[in-house]
C-alpha cells in the first residue's frame, strides 16, 4: 500500500481558496492514516501549515464593509499623526535633558514598565499604518496577522499601564482598542479559528503517536536526542532550577560551613535556582545533536557554557541591582575572573552538564513524559505563567530593594506595592547569600 502525500491532500483540499471543518477533518484523516506507516515530522507538518495561510483568498477593498473601509483609512491618518507627534515630542525631551532627569527620580522597574508601555504604543501605531495599507491592497491574511501582534501589543501595554496607574479610566481606551482589534481580525480571517484548530489538532496527533509509540519527546531522525521544544526546555529549566539548588544548599551544608543551612533559593517563591535552569536548558541546546560524543568534549563544553553564564549572570546582577551573590576571588583563577566564576566552580557545572547529558536526560525524559499527553501542553502552559511572574517579580523586587538601600522614597504604584510587601526584612531573609550595594549598579 502506498504511503499517503498529506501535501498533496492539503494542496487539494486548499485549492479553492478556502478553509472549513470538513476540509480540517479531511487533512486530519489524512495525517493520521500516515502516521500509521510514520509518524510525520516537525517539518511536514510546519508545511502543512504554510500550504494553508499561502492558499488562503483576500478581499477586495470594494468588497468590505464601509465601516471597515472607513476604519483602514483613519487607521492610516491617525498612525501617521502618532508616529510624527511621537517623534516630535521626544526630540525635545532628550535634547534638553528632561527625560534623563525624570528616569533619575524612579527606579529601574517603573523605567522599564513605562519604557516597555511606550515602545509598545509606538510600535502598534506604526503597525496600525501597515494595517490600513494591507487593506487598502485587499491583503486581508497579511492585515489580519498584523492585528494579531497589535492585540498582544495592546494587551502588554493594558497590564504595564495597570502596574503603574491601576484600574482608571486610563485603562478604557485600550479595552476598546483591544475589543475592536480583536473583532476585525475575525471578521478579515473567517478561517482563522479553522486554521488554529489544524494547527492544535495536528500537535495533538503528534504527541499522541508518539506517545502509543514510546518516542514521546525524542526527536525527528537526524535533529538530535530530544526535541527542542518549550514544553522540554521548560521542564529541563524547572528541573535544573530544583536540583541545581539542592546541590548548592548541600555543598554548603557540608562543605563552605558545615552543617549550616542557608537558603540559596534564586526566585522569590519556590525552591529554584534559575541559574541552574538556564545553564541546563543551554547545555541541552549546545550538546543535543553531540549526546554519544566523546565524554571529554561534552565536559569541556559544559565548562565553558556553565562558567560562561555565571560570570553573565554575576556581571548582570551587579550593574543592574548592585547585588552580588557569591565571590571566588580567594578560589583558583577567581581573580582572573573578578571573582565572578573560577576554574573550581566552572569544572563543577563541567561535571553537573556532562552527567545531565549522558546519564540523566533520558530519565528525565520519561518523568517529563509522566504528564498525561492529553493535558501536557495545558499544564505547561499554566507552569510557565506562574514561573514568568515570578521570574519578573524577583527582577522588579530586587530592584526596588537596591533603589530602598539607596534612600529612594516608594512612589505611590507599583514602588510601593514592592515596598510593602517585600520590604529590606523580607529580601534579606530570603536572598539570604546576596548584598545589595547600591553604588556598584548602573543607577549609582
Known sequence: MAEIDVLQVTRDVVSDGLLDEQDVETILAAARERS?????????????????????????????????RVYSILLILVSLLG?????????????????????????????????????????STVISFFVGIRLIKGERGAASSLINVNIVLTAVSLVCEFMLYGIGWELLFNFVQLAVQVAISAYLNPSLANESNLQADLRKLDTEVHAKRGTLGLADPGKGYIRL????????FVVGCVVGLIVEVIYHMVIVEPGVYQDRAGLLWGPFSPIYG???????????????????????????????????VSWFMEVAFGAKAWDYSNEFLGDLFGGRTCLLFASMFGVLGTAWIKLLLPVFLRFFNLIPWKLRYSVTLVCATLMLVDCVMTLQALDNWGARKAGHVPAPGIEEFYAKNFDDEYMANRFQSMTIDPKKSVRA
Open 36 to 68: 500509521e506507516e510514520r509518524p510525520l515530522t516537525t517539518k511536514e507538518r510546519h508545511e502543512i501549515m504554510r500550504i494553508v495561510r499561502d492558499r488562503m483568498k483576500g478581499l477586495t477593498f470594494s468588497e468590505l464593509p464601509i465601516l471597515v
Open 83 to 123: 508616529i510624527a507627534g511621537g517623534i516630535m515630542a521626544l526630540l525635545p525631551m532628550l535634547h534638553s535633558g528632561w527625560l534623563e532627569e525624570q528616569l533619575g527620580k524612579i527606579t529601574t522597574t517603573t523605567a522599564v514598565v513605562i519604557g516597555i508601555a511606550t515602545t509598545c504604543s509606538f510600535v
Open 229 to 236: 521544544d518549550f514544553f522540554n526546555l521548560f521542564w529541563i
Open 278 to 312: 538556564i545553564g541546563g536548558v543551554l547545555m541541552t541546546m549546545a550538546l543535543n545533536r553531540f549526546k554519544d560524543r566523546n565524554i571529554i568534549l561534552i565536559f569541556v563544553v559544559c565548562t565553558i557554557i556553565g562558567g560562561g553564564f555565571e560570570y553573565f
